[in-house]
């Protein structure tokens, strides 16, 4: 079967480092060109893989059958939306957005051009992670759980690869939040209720309440003091206490969303991490962002 040519919008560190590689390497995919915000990191991120830089993302559009995002969630809504329209695929970055409106207005586009979508949520995609949820999701009888996000890699004085005005602005919540909430709903269930309070700096803690009568909760931070830092997901039941291994790359990881949107666009079989349950996502983080002090 002909490759997917697939377009990418953005060129971070993100899209440098893992997006465009992971394009290139893909025996499935042709990079069909590339835009972004800043003409000459566009213009250098093309020349090195061989492809075309776009002044025009609609023109990206048009020269691709599927698009890869690699921008801030508010930048990736709107431009989603409008690719979708153009009858591209997407694979898209989480969360896809920070508002439920927009979210909503990007999973009817979708839906509406009767196009693929895969969220990359990077512990669904990461081997032993990944692993370890669909087993996990196929157990029965779990009472509780809790994920902790004690991140400590965004640096305000922009020494990090990952500072980026909207992670200061939105905090862990939404960047971390949607890494604890993809592990959660597929072993837990749909969240039916949420309560949110806010700690020091950024960290915000949530309870949530799932539809199989699970409860669990989450601390999410970007700012945690780098010794006090850490990932921790636990679950308890029937079964037993069981926590998430750690492992598995964010290359690898995106090469294997890579391969779920090629499978995706080519069966027309939705996957589980489609831009609905980016949506859903969405829907709970505002709830919870709803409940916090303004700022």
Same mark, same amino acid.
């Given at each position: 079967?002909?490759?997917?040519?697939?377009?990418?919008?953005?060129?971070? *560190?993100?899209?440098?480092?893992?997006?465009? &590689?992971?394009?290139?390497?893909?025996?499935?995919?042709?990079?069909?060109?590339?835009?972004?915000?800043? &003409?000459?990191?566009?213009?250098?991120? #093309?020349?090195?893989? #061989?492809?075309?830089?776009?002044?025009?993302?609609?023109?990206?559009?048009?020269? *691709?059958?599927?698009?890869?995002?690699?921008?801030?969630?508010?930048?990736?809504?709107?431009?989603?939306?409008?690719?979708?329209?153009?009858?591209?695929?997407?694979?898209?970055?989480?969360?896809?957005?920070?508002? %439920?409106?927009? $979210?909503?207005?990007?999973?009817?586009?979708?839906?509406?051009?009767?196009?693929? *979508?895969?969220?990359?949520?990077?512990?669904?995609?990461?081997?032993?992670?990944?692993?370890?949820?669909?087993?996990?999701?196929?157990?029965?009888?779990?009472?509780?759980?809790?994920?902790?996000?004690?991140?400590?890699?965004?640096?305000?004085?922009?020494?990090?690869?990952?500072?980026?005005?909207?992670?200061?602005?939105?905090?862990?919540?939404?960047?971390?939040?949607?890494?604890?909430?993809?592990?959660?709903?597929?072993?837990?269930?749909?969240?039916?209720?949420?309560?949110?309070? #806010?700690?020091?700096?950024?960290?915000?803690?949530?309870?949530?309440?799932?539809?199989?009568?699970?409860?669990?909760?989450? $601390?999410?931070?970007?700012?945690? &003091?780098?010794?006090?830092?850490?990932?921790?997901?636990?679950?308890?039941?029937?079964?037993?206490?069981?926590?998430? &291994?750690?492992?598995?790359?964010?290359?690898?990881?995106?090469?294997?969303?890579?391969?779920?949107?090629?499978?995706?666009?080519?069966?027309?079989?939705?996957? %589980?991490?489609?831009?609905?349950?980016?949506?859903?996502?969405?829907?709970?983080?505002?709830? $919870?962002?709803?409940?916090?002090?303004?700022?």
């Amino acid at each position: 079967m002909k490759r997917l040519r697939m377009g990418l919008v953005g060129t971070g *560190s993100w899209a440098s480092a893992t997006h465009a &590689p992971a394009l290139a390497a893909h025996p499935d995919v042709e990079i069909s060109g590339i835009w972004g915000r800043r &003409p000459d990191a566009t213009a250098e991120l #093309a020349s090195a893989h #061989a492809t075309t830089a776009y002044a025009d993302v609609d023109a990206l559009f048009a020269a *691709s059958d599927a698009v890869a995002f690699a921008v801030p969630p508010d930048v990736q809504a709107p431009l989603a939306t409008r690719a979708a329209a153009a009858g591209c695929h997407l694979l898209l970055d989480k969360p896809v957005a920070t508002t %439920a409106a927009a $979210a909503r207005d990007l999973a009817a586009a979708a839906e509406g051009a009767g196009v693929a *979508s895969v969220v990359f949520f990077t512990l669904r995609f990461a081997g032993p992670t990944s692993a370890w949820v669909a087993e996990q999701a196929a157990t029965e009888g779990w009472f509780a759980g809790r994920a902790d996000w004690y991140g400590s890699f965004y640096a305000a004085d922009g020494t990090s690869p990952f500072s980026s005005p909207w992670r200061a602005r939105r905090g862990g919540l939404w960047d971390v939040g949607p890494h604890a909430l993809s592990v959660l709903l597929p072993v837990l269930g749909d969240v039916t209720g949420v309560t949110a309070a #806010a700690g020091k700096a950024d960290l915000v803690h949530l309870i949530l309440r799932h539809g199989t009568g699970a409860s669990s909760t989450a $601390a999410l931070s970007l700012s945690t &003091p780098a010794k006090a830092s850490g990932v921790t997901v636990e679950l308890r039941g029937e079964a037993g206490t069981v926590r998430m &291994p750690t492992g598995g790359g964010a290359l690898d990881a995106f090469h294997r969303a890579l391969d779920a949107l090629v499978e995706s666009a080519r069966s027309g079989r939705p996957h %589980a991490c489609d831009v609905r349950f980016g949506l859903r996502v969405t829907e709970i983080l505002a709830l $919870a962002e709803e409940q916090l002090p303004a700022g």
